[in-house]
């Protein structure tokens, strides 16, 4: 399976920075996955990118398939913004799982 | 938007005894996994399960782990005999298009 390592392992902003989340792959993926776990434990699904960029609102994420990372964007970030972020891809489309990184755990102060 | 609901959010059993985590994935979506997360680690694929069968298993899913899905639409997790180390969040997710959706977690307490 890939191995998916993730950078900064910990981040801590004041209320209104920005920040860049990275997530560094060994293989090429068919699938990367963006989550956010929140202080209850849930998983929220931020970005499905196997390649290119796309935004969210203050969110956005930039996959470059070819270099094997992605970024996550995060702008005038907000206290609920804190949680760990996780990346997560797989190789082939189909019944395979999802390897996850260790996570990028942020703070944000307000 | 449709959505992955597992219940319970937080059972709380004794060492030994058996435990059932439940799960609805979306409907029409085909492959479920079980997912683990144990308390500040990141999250370990468990059993992959498609067409009424395990497609997939990682060496944590020994013989007091099975996975059933008994009717059209729930899908469970069943450990036999839990142990302290099996205390984590247990996650349920479906697969559309490429894209896992996961529910909200069960967290698991073994005392």
């Known amino acids: 399976g890939i191995q998916v390592e993730q950078s900064p392992p910990d981040l801590i902003l004041q209320e209104g920075a920005n920040s860049t989340l990275r997530c560094n792959f060994s293989?090429?993926?068919?699938?990367l996955q963006w989550f956010h776990q929140n202080p209850w434990g849930q998983l929220i699904n931020l970005f499905y990118i196997p390649s290119g960029t796309k935004q969210n609102g203050r969110l956005s994420a930039t996959t470059v398939a070819t270099e094997r990372y992605s970024l996550l964007y995060i702008s005038s970030s907000q206290t609920t913004d804190s949680g760990v972020y996780f990346c997560?891809?797989?190789?082939?489309?189909?019944?395979?799982?999802?390897?996850f990184g260790t996570g990028t755990r942020l703070t944000i102060i307000p | 938007e449709p959505e992955v609901t597992q219940t319970p959010s937080h059972q709380v059993t004794q060492m030994g005894q058996e435990v059932i985590l439940r799960c609805v994935p979306i409907s029409n979506h085909l492959y479920f996994y079980w997912y683990r997360q144990i308390l500040g680690q990141k999250v370990e694929f468990l059993v992959s399960f498609y067409n009424n069968e395990i497609s997939e298993k990682s060496e944590i899913f020994d013989d007091q782990f099975s996975v059933e899905r008994p009717d059209g639409s729930n899908f469970t997790l069943k450990i036999r005999s839990t142990k302290l180390e099996d205390s984590a969040m247990y996650f349920c997710a479906s697969v559309d298009r490429g894209i896992q959706y996961f529910g909200a977690g069960t967290r698991l307490s073994v005392l």
């Open positions: 997560a891809g797989l190789t082939n489309f189909g019944n395979e799982k999802l390897t």
């Open positions: 293989d090429s993926v068919n699938n």
